[in-house]
């Protein structure tokens, strides 16, 4: 089986266990590590699902938890989740996946004829328009959710089994990334009780996705020599799979982890998902960012992803989701972006509505042939099941000029910086503020 976006080497999957799997009864073929969005992407599987209300096609967006376009809904009968984000499920022998929100089928949807009627409807109309007679609301009522519903409620009995348990600690943390892995390493060298909790199936958070070094070396080697000094502390547990979702009173978090969620149905056994109630002395959030989109018109189709997930699909899962890209961008991180596809053969052209600048990256992408637009925006975006062209339009203080160019792309990787992940600390009761410099909400008292 073909996966045609599948670089020849590179990422953290194990090209040694293939995995089949079908997705809107196409059968398709992944690797042990991959996700169900890596793996779509890996087979060249861009248009995944139909928006909410217009039904206009809809693509991978992220590679992470914030995924806002790739909902599905997994396996059938007693063993079905509505809504699951394909950036988070792990892939698995035998996965059986279909789009949400499209009826008969994801290409032919029939709801998709309201986006000739988009202009007629705006939002809350439905609540203006269906009002008379008033008793034949429920029916309005029910034809509005058809039409505006997302995944299927199970009708038969969950199969599967569910538990919780009790902890107690010195020192939570949450976030395995750079900053949570060197946390709790400091706090288990003073013999405190740890707990480490992180949503991935292994640690390292963004290092996975990216080249770097710590300590003069390789980051992911300073990664595994933590996580083995961490395996040897007595005190010291670490939850993977597991995902705090819960920050109430008196350091009383809650979190959920999977067991078994990432096996074939037929081989899971025992509890499917534990949920801990972790009461702690002191709690740790290293919950990192999530990288910004910047808006265009018809910036949500298909091929319009962050940067940093385009990275992420190359690093950490040797995916390469375009070959003729347009990295749009307002910092230096897209230079980032630009780089990896540079240097796994992709044509690149970065469309930068700064003035050029010094920067290191800049730099490095210009040596490296990268075609660089200074004072520019993407303007608009076209095609029908997937980007096939952008207009790039001048923009000097904050204002858009001509059209410059029209550039052709099957990929648009875009960078509006990062805003740090805020939830858990929200919850609780901290207070956050604006910073003007940094354009984002940073955590206060």
Same mark, same amino acid.
């Given at each position: 089986?073909?996966?045609?976006?599948?670089?020849?080497?590179?990422?953290?999957?194990?090209?040694?266990?293939?995995?089949?799997?079908?997705?809107?009864?196409?059968?398709?073929?992944?690797?042990?590590?991959?996700?169900?969005?890596?793996?779509?992407?890996?087979?060249?599987?861009?248009?995944?699902?139909?928006?909410?209300?217009?039904?206009?096609?809809?693509?991978?967006?992220?590679?992470?938890?914030?995924?806002?376009?790739?909902?599905?809904?997994?396996?059938?009968?007693?063993?079905?989740?509505?809504?699951?984000?394909?950036?988070?499920?792990?892939?698995?022998?035998?996965?059986?996946?279909?789009?949400?929100?499209?009826?008969?089928?994801?290409?032919?949807?029939?709801?998709?004829?309201?986006?000739?009627?988009?202009?007629?409807?705006?939002?809350?109309?439905?609540?203006?328009?269906?009002?008379?007679?008033?008793?034949?609301?429920?029916?309005?009522?029910?034809?509005?959710?058809?039409?505006?519903?997302?995944?299927?409620?199970?009708?038969?009995?969950?199969?599967?089994?569910?538990?919780?348990?009790?902890?107690?600690?010195?020192?939570?943390?949450?976030?395995?990334?750079?900053?949570?892995?060197?946390?709790?390493?400091?706090?288990?060298?003073?013999?405190?009780?740890?707990?480490?909790?992180?949503?991935?199936?292994?640690?390292?958070?963004?290092?996975?996705?990216?080249?770097?070094?710590?300590?003069?070396?390789?980051?992911?080697?300073?990664?595994?020599?933590?996580?083995?000094?961490?395996?040897?502390?007595?005190?010291?547990?670490?939850?993977?799979?597991?995902?705090?979702?819960?920050?109430?009173?008196?350091?009383?978090?809650?979190?959920?982890?999977?067991?078994?969620?990432?096996?074939?149905?037929?081989?899971?056994?025992?509890?499917?998902?534990?949920?801990?109630?972790?009461?702690?002395?002191?709690?740790?959030?290293?919950?990192?960012?999530?990288?910004?989109?910047?808006?265009?018109?018809?910036?949500?189709?298909?091929?319009?992803?962050?940067?940093?997930?385009?990275?992420?699909?190359?690093?950490?899962?040797?995916?390469?989701?375009?070959?003729?890209?347009?990295?749009?961008?307002?910092?230096?991180?897209?230079?980032?972006?630009?780089?990896?596809? $540079?240097?796994?053969?992709?044509? /690149?052209? !970065? =469309?930068?509505?700064?003035?050029?600048?010094? *920067? %290191?990256? #800049? @730099? &490095?992408?210009?040596?490296?042939?990268?075609?660089?637009?200074?004072?520019?925006?993407?303007?608009?975006?076209?095609? $029908?099941?997937?980007?096939?062209? /952008?207009? !790039? =339009?001048?923009?000097?203080?904050?204002?858009? *000029? %001509?059209? #410059? @160019? &029209?550039?052709?792309?099957?990929?648009?990787?875009?960078?509006?910086?990062?805003?740090?992940?805020?939830?858990?600390?929200?919850?609780?009761?901290?207070?956050?503020?604006?910073?003007?410099?940094?354009?984002?909400?940073?955590?206060?008292?």
């Amino acid at each position: 089986m073909s996966q045609k976006n599948r670089l020849g080497a590179g990422g953290r999957v194990n090209r040694a266990i293939p995995l089949n799997f079908t997705f809107n009864g196409r059968t398709y073929q992944g690797f042990q590590g991959d996700t169900l969005a890596s793996a779509l992407l890996a087979n060249d599987v861009h248009f995944v699902a139909r928006s909410f209300k217009y039904h206009r096609p809809r693509g991978i967006m992220t590679a992470d938890v914030a995924e806002p376009n790739a909902i599905v809904q997994l396996e059938r009968g007693a063993y079905t989740v509505p809504n699951a984000r394909a950036t988070e499920v792990e892939l698995y022998q035998g996965l059986v996946a279909t789009s949400v929100n499209a009826e008969p089928s994801l290409e032919n949807d029939r709801m998709a004829i309201n986006q000739k009627f988009s202009r007629f409807l705006p939002a809350g109309f439905y609540y203006k328009t269906f009002m008379w007679p008033r008793k034949w609301w429920p029916k309005y009522e029910e034809k509005i959710r058809d039409a505006a519903g997302l995944g299927k409620a199970p009708e038969v009995r969950d199969a599967d089994r569910y538990d919780k348990c009790f902890a107690h600690c010195d020192v939570l943390v949450v976030g395995g990334g750079p900053a949570g892995l060197a946390a709790a390493h400091t706090a288990g060298a003073t013999g405190a009780r740890v707990i480490l909790v992180d949503d991935q199936r292994e640690l390292g958070g963004s290092l996975l996705s990216c080249k770097a070094d710590i300590d003069g070396r390789p980051a992911l080697n300073w990664v595994e020599k933590i996580e083995a000094e961490l395996k040897q502390m007595p005190d010291v547990k670490i939850l993977s799979r597991s995902t705090a979702f819960g920050y109430q009173d008196h350091n009383l978090v809650t979190v959920t982890q999977r067991l078994t969620e990432h096996l074939p149905v037929s081989t899971r056994q025992g509890t499917r998902e534990l949920l801990w109630k972790i009461r702690a002395r002191r709690v740790i959030l290293a919950t990192g960012a999530h990288e910004r989109p910047i808006v265009f018109g018809n910036n949500d189709l298909p091929g319009i992803m962050l940067a940093s997930a385009v990275s992420t699909y190359i690093h950490r899962y040797g995916v390469l989701p375009g070959r003729n890209a347009v990295v749009f961008t307002n910092n230096d991180a897209g230079y980032r972006c630009a780089l990896d596809l $540079k240097a796994c053969g992709a044509t /690149v052209t !970065v =469309v930068d509505g700064r003035a050029q600048g010094n *920067g %290191a990256l #800049q @730099a &490095t992408a210009r040596r490296q042939g990268v075609k660089v637009m200074y004072n520019a925006a993407i303007n608009c975006a076209h095609g $029908k099941q997937r980007v096939s062209s /952008v207009d !790039v =339009v001048g923009y000097t203080n904050g204002q858009a *000029g %001509a059209q #410059q @160019a &029209t550039l052709a792309c099957d990929l648009v990787a875009v960078s509006g910086g990062v805003s740090p992940v805020l939830h858990l600390f929200a919850q609780s009761g901290g207070k956050a503020h604006w910073s003007d410099a940094k354009a984002c909400f940073l955590p206060g008292k």
